[in-house]
């Protein structure tokens, strides 16, 4: 079991094993899983959490990796990463370095910064979402649409229900 600090996305690159793998955090807010599926992505946000592999082997209860193989830590455009590695059983003529289940965590080391005042608490910054902002030129003087906005046409998307949202098909 490893334990970690703050955010972190957990996603699972690789499973390449014969039993079903999962990773489990667990932390003051509970206890989640991620299923050994490739492109799986937990985001975990606690103070301390840990993080534990495990294997759910035929006719029995899920039981921990025999080996988790945490990879150097990288930083590379504003995210800190590192590879885990583990092997849920060792067999007899099995290489000691075999990875059968393979997760990247990435945590981002540029936040913005706000200045505070002495005794306040801190408060995360968190990285502006960019936004696409519509504008519209200045209607012609002429013609039928004089004095009218600019109008952009509708798109061929699902129907929305009246607040917003998209319609399922059918």
Not at 19 to 38: D, K, L, N, S, W
Not at 136 to 143: K, L, M, Q, R, V
Not at 156 to 161: G, Y
């Amino acid at each position: 079991m490893l334990t970690f600090h703050g955010a972190w996305r957990i996603t699972v690159l690789t499973r390449d094993a014969d039993f079903e793998q999962r990773a489990v955090v667990r932390g003051p807010h509970g206890t989640r899983v991620i299923p050994g599926r490739p492109g799986a992505t937990l985001e975990v946000d606690e103070d301390t959490w840990t993080l534990a592999l495990e294997h759910l082997a035929w006719g029995r209860t899920w039981e921990p990796n025999a080996r988790t193989t945490p990879g150097p830590l990288t930083d590379h455009a504003g995210l800190r990463g590192r590879l885990l590695t583990s092997s849920d059983r060792h067999f007899p003529g099995k290489p000691l370095d075999y990875a059968n289940f393979v997760l990247r965590l990435e945590q981002p080391t540029t936040t913005l910064r706000t200045p505070r005042l002495h005794g306040t608490p801190a408060i995360p910054a968190v990285p502006a979402t960019p936004q696409a902002i519509r504008t519209t030129s200045s209607a012609p003087t002429y013609g039928p649409s004089a004095g009218r906005p600019a109008q952009t046409p509708a798109k061929p998307a699902a129907a929305a229900d009246g607040h917003g949202r998209p319609q399922p098909w059918g």
